[in-house]
């Protein structure tokens, strides 16, 4: 499987789960004009901490985990066939505080994560060089950098917002547009091949009759024609995705 390194978004790996054995990906190995992140077959990132490397993906069989650099894995969630997210353990959470030493004194620009248990078992626990990735996120004066946050830079920040983002998924049913390994996104039970996919977003001018679903939440669906203008979706504006014809 392949995954980026977190805070350069390339450095392409292939990680095999089975063995935790990676290796780099050749630039030869990438499909013919991918361009972006996006178009490339990755289920998720790695970040190296003091030559350490730790890892958050996609299984093949949707679970999404943290992969230690001592190959212990944590699951943290499971994607539905339909979709929908599926909490192993609805409680288990993730903390990062400042790191200290052991007689309380700040240990200067480290971080603390913690993964912990729904019933408050410590699973994991290290320090991290946190300092380094705010002082790349604080240097960005790109385009992007303004609708990056710090989760797009450190790892263990992106790895602690999963577990309420996949909680309130699970609690709530919402089933998000996804693609899969095969670039074939599934939407109302429809198989789809991601370049076939169409959108539009809410004001536009429909661009082909049939119904469209919610990106966000694919349980909502309505019919168009063409021509009709798309709606907002519960007073926002959403993107749509064509699912089929009436």
């Not at 994607?79 to 700040?106: H, K, N, V, W």
């Not at 729904?118 to 380094?132: E, P, R, T, V």
């Not at 169409?198 to 168009?224: K, M």
């Amino acid at each position: 499987m392949w995954l980026y390194r977190h805070h350069t978004a390339s450095d392409i790996i292939d990680l095999d789960h089975d063995t935790g054995r990676w290796r780099p990906v050749a630039d030869s190995e990438k499909p013919a004009g991918a361009k972006v992140l996006a178009d490339l077959p990755v289920v998720g990132s790695y970040e190296i901490e003091d030559g350490k490397h730790f890892y958050k993906y996609w299984t093949a069989d949707s679970r999404f985990v943290f992969r230690s650099f001592d190959d212990r894995v944590f699951e943290i969630c499971q994607e539905r066939r339909d979709g929908s997210i599926f909490m192993q353990d609805p409680g288990q959470r993730c903390t990062i505080e400042p790191a200290r030493y052991g007689d309380g004194r700040l240990r200067q620009g480290l971080s603390e994560v913690k993964l912990i248990s729904g019933s408050g078992k410590l699973l994991y626990q290290l320090d991290y060089n946190a300092d380094y990735y705010r002082r790349l996120h604080d240097s960005d004066i790109t385009a992007a950098g303004s609708v990056r946050d710090l989760s797009d830079w450190d790892f263990f920040i992106a790895l602690q917002a999963a577990f309420p983002y996949f909680r309130e998924r699970a609690e709530s049913g919402l089933v998000e547009l996804t693609i899969d390994n095969d670039n074939v996104a599934t939407i109302q039970g429809a198989r789809i091949a991601r370049d076939d996919l169409l959108y539009a977003e809410s004001g536009q001018t429909c661009p082909r009759t049939g119904v469209w679903a919610a990106v966000s939440d694919l349980r909502h669906s309505s019919e168009f024609s063409q021509g009709d203008r798309l709606p907002q979706h519960q007073g926002h504006d959403i993107e749509w995705v064509w699912s089929r014809v009436r």
